[in-house]
């Protein structure tokens, strides 16, 4: 028998999925896959796909389908070759339903499936806020706010997210391994109803 454990995080963009993924990832040592921060960092140092995203980023667009399944194969055999058990967190991936069935085949292919889905719901008007309070926290902070962290631009990701990313959590509603999980609150309260969860799947 595996031990693979793959959850996969939905939710809107500044529903606080980052976060929660990386404590979930510490605290019961799973390995965080976070798409927008491997292409972030193909920006930063200019590589040839970094260039390519880069105005997609900024815009709130979604990055094509098939660059993002050549980043998660790559990284899930790197995984593979590091150990025998995948335990893995998908943070920000999929975000379509063609992403969706891809990773299905993946993992199919390895043997093995999506063991849970949380998905953190928040109010749209909370999440602009939640996002533009980020970008600002970074320049108070001397750092470079995130291209895509502003009003504008956040609203922008909203309505690609319910256009395109809306149909991945019916997805994963048939196949019942979806469950809801309130992102308002502090961040330990969003984090037990996500332990109490993982826990006790309903
Ligand atoms: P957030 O969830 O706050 O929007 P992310 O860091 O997950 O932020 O993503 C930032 C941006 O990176 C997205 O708006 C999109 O342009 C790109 N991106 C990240 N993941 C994907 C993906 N799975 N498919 C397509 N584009 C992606």
Known sequence: ?????????????????????????????????????????????????????????????????????????????????????????????????AQAEALDEILTELGTAVSAVPLLEVSDELLIERIVERGRQAVAAGEKARSDDNAETARRRLTVYQNETAPVIKYYQTKSALCTIDGVGTPDEVYERLLAHLQHPA
Do not use: C, W
């Open 1 to 97: 028998m595996n031990h693979n454990q793959i959850i996969v995080f939905l939710g809107p963009p500044g529903a606080g999925k980052g976060t929660q993924a990386q404590r979930l990832a510490t605290e019961q040592k799973l390995t965080k896959i976070s798409t927008g921060d491997i292409l972030r960092d193909h920006v930063q140092r200019q590589t040839e796909l970094g260039q390519q995203v880069a105005p997609l980023l900024t815009a709130g667009q979604l990055v094509p389908d098939k660059i993002l399944l050549a980043i998660v194969r790559e990284y899930i055999r790197e995984q593979q070759a590091k150990t025998s058990d995948l335990r893995l967190i998908f943070d920000g991936f999929p975000r379509t339903v």
